[in-house]
C-alpha cells in the first residue's frame, strides 16, 4: 500500500491517498473542497469493531517498540522528517485543497512538521533522569537512593484540528513515538485525506503499523467510542473549546493534553510603534483568514492613539491578497458555510449595537471579506466570541489596567500581544495577565515549536512544545535502592 501511494506522490497524489483509505458504506466521509466544492477525498468511517480491533494490535506492537533503542526511533523519525521535505510539493497540494490554506502557507506548514519532528527526535535523546538520596528530608539517613528516569504511557489517541492537520498531527505524534508509545490519529473530517497521506509516509518511513494507526470518521460518530477506549493511556487534543469540555467530561482518569481555542488581544498603549504594531495586528487577524487559535482576535487600544491606529489598521488590510488559496491569498474561503455564518452574524450584532464597520462585512461563499470594526463595546459578542474567521474588532480603552481587565475577563486565556516601547510597563502587564504567553512587540503566535505553548481557563490544559509535549507523552519512573549499613571492610 505506502508503495503504491508514494510511486504515485506526484500529480494528483492526494486521490491516490483517499483512494486507499476510501470508503463506501453507507457512513463513508465525503471530503469536499472548501475552494470549489470539488471532491478530495471519500474516506472510510470505522466501526467500532474495526476501533477494537486497531487498539488491540497497536497495544501489542507498543511493547516492543518501548523496548527499542531511543536511537532506533529517532533514526526513524529522522526518515520521516526526510520524507516530509521530499513529498512536500504533494501534501502542499492536498492542504491547499482540503482546507483552503495558500499554497506557501501550506508549504510551510509541511516544512515546519519536518524542523519539529527532527527537532523532536534529537531532543528525546537529551532526556535525562535524576538521583535524589533520602538524607535530603527531615530525619532521614542517607540508606536510600530514587533513580527516575522517564517511560512511556502507553498508547496516545492524537486528535488533531483541521486548521494544520499535518503539523498539529505531528506536534502530537512524533513526541507521543519518540517517547515509546503507539500513537492512533484520528484526523479532523476536513483534513483527514492530508492525514491520510501522512500516515503512509510514517509507514514508508519506517514507523510499523502496529505502532501507529490511523482511524478516519466523524468526531460526531465515533469521538465518543475513541476517547472512553479502555486501550487509550492518554489523549492529545487541539480543537474547539466546547469539543475539548465534552471530551474531558467523558475520558476519565487519563492524562489530557488540551490545546483550545482563544481570544488573544492585542493591547496598544500610546507609546508604541503604531505601525510596527498595525503591521502585526493585520499579520496575527487575518493570515490564513483567522482559522488560528493565536490569531489577534481584538484590539484594546489606548483611545489617544485609536484613531490613528485605526486608519493604519485600515490601509494594512486593504493591501490582502482575498480569494483562492492557489494564488497564494491570505484571505481564502473559510473551512464551511457555518463558519462564514456564524462570523457575519457576529459582524451583525456589532453593527447593531453600534459598531462602525470600517471594511468587510460581505461574504461570497464561504469567503468572508476582511473586516474591522471599531468602537466595538463590551455588550457586543464579537468582543468575546471566538469568530475563528477575518473578523478585527477594535475596542477603545482609558488606560492599561482598563485593557488589562478587558483581556482578563474572556474565558480564554491563550495569548496576548502588547504594544509599548516602556519595558517596565510592559513586564507589569506582562505579570497581570491570565494567559499563557505575553507577546511584547510581536504578533501573537506559537512557535517557534520549542518554545512552551500553553492556555489558561477555557484555552486549554497541559503544555505543548517539543521537550514539554514528550514529558507529557511520558511519565516518571522511579527505582529506589535501599543500602544496608554493612561494614565494607568486611566485604571481600
Ligand atoms: P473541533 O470541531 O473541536 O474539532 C477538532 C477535532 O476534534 C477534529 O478532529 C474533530 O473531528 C474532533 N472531534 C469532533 N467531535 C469530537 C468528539 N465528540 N470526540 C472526539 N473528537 C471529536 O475544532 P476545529 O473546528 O477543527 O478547530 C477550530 C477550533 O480549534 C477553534 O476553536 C480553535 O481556536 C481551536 N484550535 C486551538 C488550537 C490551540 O492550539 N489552542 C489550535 C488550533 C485550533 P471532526 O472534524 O471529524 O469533527
Ligand atoms: O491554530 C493552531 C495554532 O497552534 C496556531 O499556530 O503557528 O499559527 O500560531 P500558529
Redesign the pocket.
Known amino acids: 500500500m505506502p508503495e503504491k501511494f508514494l510511486s504515485n506522490l506526484t500529480d494528483g497524489s492526494y486521490r491516490i491517498a483517499a483512494e486507499l483509505h476510501q470508503g463506501d458504506d453507507e457512513h463513508s466521509l465525503e471530503v469536499r473542497s472548501p475552494v470549489d466544492g470539488s471532491l478530495v477525498g471519500k474516506m472510510h468511517e470505522f466501526s467500532h469493531d474495526e476501533i477494537d480491533k486497531v487498539f488491540y494490535l497497536t497495544s501489542l506492537g507498543q511493547v516492543d517498540w518501548a523496548n527499542s533503542p531511543i536511537d532506533e526511533r529517532a533514526r526513524i523519525l529522522h526518515r520521516v522528517a526526510d520524507n516530509l521535505e521530499k513529498y512536500a510539493d504533494a501534501l502542499t497540494e492536498v492542504l491547499v485543497m482540503e482546507v483552503a490554506k495558500a499554497t506557501k502557507d501550506a508549504r510551510d506548514e509541511v516544512l515546519r512538521s519536518a524542523d519539529f519532528v527532527r527537532h523532536t527526535a534529537e531532543e528525546a535523546k537529551h532526556l535525562v533522569g535524576e538521583a535524589q538520596f533520602s538524607d535530603a528530608f527531615a530525619r532521614h539517613n542517607r540508606n536510600k537512593m530514587a533513580i527516575s528516569y522517564r517511560v512511556p504511557l502507553g498508547m496516545v489517541l492524537a ?6 492537520p499535518i503539523n ?1 498531527g505531528l506536534s502530537k505524534i512524533a513526541p507521543a513515538l519518540v517517547g515509546g508509545n503507539a500513537v492512533v490519529l ?6 483527514s485525506v492530508a492525514c491520510a497521506m501522512l500516515a503512509e509516509l510514517l509507514w514508508h518511513s519506517g514507523v510499523p503499523h502496529d505502532v501507529f494507526a490511523l482511524v478516519t ?4 460518530r465515533i ?2 467510542y ?2 472512553q477506549h479502555p486501550a487509550v493511556s492518554m489523549i492529545s ?8 469540555r ?2 474531558a467530561n467523558k475520558a476519565g482518569m487519563v492524562p489530557l493534553l488540551l ?4 481570544k488573544d488581544a492585542a493591547i496598544v498603549l500610546s507609546d508604541a510603534d503604531l505601525q510596527a504594531a498595525a503591521d502585526h495586528i493585520v499579520a496575527g487577524a487575518f493570515a490564513y483568514a483567522g ?4 490569531a489577534v482576535k481584538r484590539v484594546l487600544c489606548s483611545e489617544e492613539v485609536a484613531d490613528e491606529l485605526v486608519e493604519l489598521l485600515g490601509r494594512r488590510i486593504a493591501t490582502l491578497a482575498v480569494g483562492d488559496p492557489r494564488d497564494n491569498a491570505t484571505v481564502t474561503p473559510l ?1 464551511d458555510p457555518a463558519a462564514a455564518e456564524r462570523a457575519l452574524s457576529l459582524v451583525d450584532d456589532a453593527v447593531s449595537k453600534g459598531a462602525e464597520l470600517l471594511g468587510g462585512g460581505g461574504r461570497r461563499g464561504n469567503l468572508v471579506e476582511p473586516t474591522l470594526l471599531d468602537h466595538v463595546t463590551e455588550e457586543m459578542d464579537v468582543a468575546w466570541v ?1 469568530p ?1 474567521a477575518p473578523v478585527l474588532p477594535v475596542l477603545r480603552v482609558v488606560n492599561a489596567a482598563e485593557a488589562v481587565r478587558i483581556s482578563n475577563a474572556s474565558e480564554y486565556g ?1 495569548q496576548a500581544a502588547l504594544f509599548t516601547r516602556d519595558v517596565d510597563v510592559a513586564t507589569q502587564i506582562c505579570m497581570r495577565l491570565d494567559v499563557g504567553t505575553v507577546q511584547v512587540n510581536g504578533k501573537t503566535a ?1 512557535g517557534p515549536d520549542h518554545f512552551p ?1 500553553l ?1 489558561t481557563k477555557s ?2 490544559m497541559g503544555v ?1 512544545g517539543v521537550r514539554y509535549s514528550i514529558e507529557a507523552m511520558t511519565r516518571i519512573k522511579a527505582m529506589v535502592i535501599n543500602m544496608s549499613d554493612r561494614d565494607l571492610s568486611e566485604i571481600h
Open positions: 486528535i488533531p484540528p483541521f486548521n494544520y498539529l484520528k484526523p479532523p473530517s476536513q483534513g470518521g466523524r468526531g460526531s469521538g465518543d475513541l476517547v487534543f487541539t480543537g474547539s473549546t466546547e469539543v475539548g465534552d471530551l490545546e483550545l481555542g482563544g482559522q488560528r487559535c493565536t473551512v471566538e475563528f491563550l506559537r505553548f492556555g484555552s486549554g505543548q
